[in-house]
């Protein structure tokens, strides 16, 4: 069954990177977008962008342009997304979601980013 | 983007009651709407996908339908495990956008 493991909870400071990595099973990890979500409280959920594993695309939604960055390794089957020059307005829960059989059918269990000095 | 207006943000009700709720998207969006939960460890499942197809293994008990602009999410007897977060989410245009969700409360 498709699966998406999201890395660890993560403590940082502000002005520094991070990367979070989604590992999928289950399924042709190269073959289907695999989208990036963010939560915070207040906020809602937010699309971040998608990656294609297989040929590496990707688009961004306009106000992520510039914070995320998104890449795939098809060897681990294995997204990730790096979150640059931190703020505390980039605390949130991150999460990954497939795109296998239709619109974000299955999603990662998220990962907490805490950014704080 | 299209905004996505969930409504109630929260709602109160009892064990074996019907209850919907409610997205309207602010665009035409045609069928491109799923419903999605979230359990209180942040756990996100997809419910229904396309307004109205179950997800495999979701329970009859949860439905989809739309009505013009409006899309609607109906749980027909809620039981104890649905007292959890839902919401909306348009994949029509891009980018995909959400609603702000509903808190579901056991009465």
């Known amino acids: 069954q498709v699966q998406l493991q999201q890395s660890g909870a993560e403590l940082m400071k502000p002005g520094a990177s991070v990367k979070i990595s989604c590992k999928a099973t289950?399924?042709?990890?190269?073959?289907?977008?695999i989208e990036w979500v963010k939560q915070r409280p207040g906020h809602g959920l937010e699309w971040i962008g998608e990656i294609l594993p297989g040929s590496g695309s990707t688009n961004y939604n306009e106000k992520f342009k510039g914070k995320a960055t998104f890449t795939a390794d098809t060897s681990s089957n294995t997204a990730y997304m790096q979150l640059s020059s931190l703020t505390s307005e980039d605390s949130a829960v991150y999460y990954c979601a497939s795109e296998v059989r239709h619109y974000f059918d299955y999603w990662g269990q998220g990962t907490t980013l805490t950014v704080s000095s | 983007d299209i905004q996505m207006t969930q409504s109630p943000s929260s709602l109160s009700a009892s064990l074996g009651e019907r209850v919907s709720l409610t997205c309207r998207a602010s665009q035409d969006i045609g069928s491109s709407l799923n419903w999605l939960q979230q359990e209180p460890d942040g756990t996100i499942k997809r419910l229904i996908y396309?307004?109205?197809s179950l997800d495999s293994g979701v329970p009859k008990r949860f439905s989809g339908s739309r009505s013009g602009s409006d899309y609607s999410l109906t749980i027909s007897s809620l039981e104890s495990e649905d007292f959890v977060d839902y919401y909306c989410?348009?994949?029509?245009?891009?980018?995909?956008?959400f609603g702000g969700g509903t808190k579901l409360e056991i009465k």
């Open positions: 289950g399924y042709t990890f190269s073959s289907y977008w």
């Open positions: 396309a307004t109205s």
């Open positions: 989410l348009q994949y029509a245009s891009s980018p995909p956008t």
